[in-house]
């Protein structure tokens, strides 16, 4: 059970204990559909064979959001509407007017609904409560928003905000590509992305190419800015570094990968050994980007 995307937030405020959390999400839990609803949001288990709502290892909390939706484009809707549209011409004589048109559709809604299909969808996040952080596992940001605004309505007196560093990700990762010194925790691997800061945003990839400072030096100097690099921290765990602070495509590498018994174990070691490094690769790239900033 390892988390692929990693988003982190600072929590601020709010006593998070494993009772008090479990209690919590308990009473926001996911609940179906209503025949007239087109999206439902609500904490599930986050393993299927469990009843917890939070899988804990130590201090270290696991959650799951759950969100159910239904799919029912626009395009069958008009499709719908159009058909009874034209009916209801041919039975009148005359074109349906604006607030008809619109009752119509809003008619063609109402029928359809209870045929659409449903999707379900389950973000994790990770809860570190020693280094008060909130890991969510996503690289898209309004699901994060999504995720952040369920938990506090959940969870009474929480607050967050968002991990900041004293130098920002782009300028760190830019110097660390011009050949200033990066901490040897960490070493740079072959994937990375450059972009000018004019308005065109012109766009340089590299993917499994040996970067040579040279030739990055020359992009830089034409006014490019690294905004993602792939990095491998402590021999153990490679990602790539965003310049939102988004650690993304978490592998962790075979030294870390051990066998157990049963999945039940699997899952049991994975998470204890995930949370404990990643917690150290989080504060070490907060040390590489000059500490954390509190002035938020």
Not at 228 to 238: D, I, Q, R
Request: net charge negative; with cysteine; proline share 2%.
């Amino acid at each position: 059970m390892w988390l692929r995307n990693l988003l982190a937030y600072r929590i601020t405020g709010g006593n998070i204990t494993l009772n008090s959390l479990e209690e919590a999400l308990s009473q926001h839990a996911l609940q179906k559909c209503m025949q007239m609803e087109m999206k439902s949001r609500g904490w599930v288990v986050p393993r299927d064979e469990k009843e917890n709502f939070v899988h804990a290892y130590g201090q270290q909390f696991l959650i799951a959001l759950g969100i159910e939706k239904k799919l029912l484009p626009a395009s069958v809707v008009n499709q719908h509407a159009k058909t009874r549209i034209a009916d209801i011409e041919q039975i009148q004589g005359y074109k349906p007017g604006k607030k008809q048109i619109r009752d119509i559709k809003e008619a063609a809604l109402i029928e359809l609904m209870p045929r659409a299909f449903v999707q379900r969808h389950k973000t994790y996040a990770w809860i570190d409560t020693i280094k008060n952080r909130l890991i969510i596992d996503t690289a898209n940001a309004n699901k994060a928003d999504e995720f952040v605004e369920v938990l506090i309505k959940s969870i009474h007196g929480l607050t967050l905000e968002p991990l900041e560093t004293q130098i920002s990700p782009s300028s760190a990762m830019t110097r660390w590509l011009s050949g200033d010194d990066l901490s040897s925790i960490f070493t740079i691997d072959r994937d990375c992305e450059l972009q000018g800061m004019n308005d065109e945003k012109a766009t340089i990839r590299y993917t499994r190419h040996v970067l040579e400072t040279e030739e990055t030096v020359r992009h830089i100097r034409a006014g490019k800015q690294v905004i993602k690099l792939a990095m491998t921290w402590n021999g153990k765990v490679s990602f790539v570094l965003h310049d939102n602070l988004q650690l993304r495509r978490i592998t962790p590498l075979d030294i870390l990968k051990e066998s157990a018994e049963s999945d039940e174990e699997l899952f049991d070691s994975d998470f204890a050994i995930m949370t404990g490094e990643l917690s150290q690769l989080i504060t070490d790239v907060i040390d590489a980007l000059g500490g954390e900033d509190h002035g938020h």
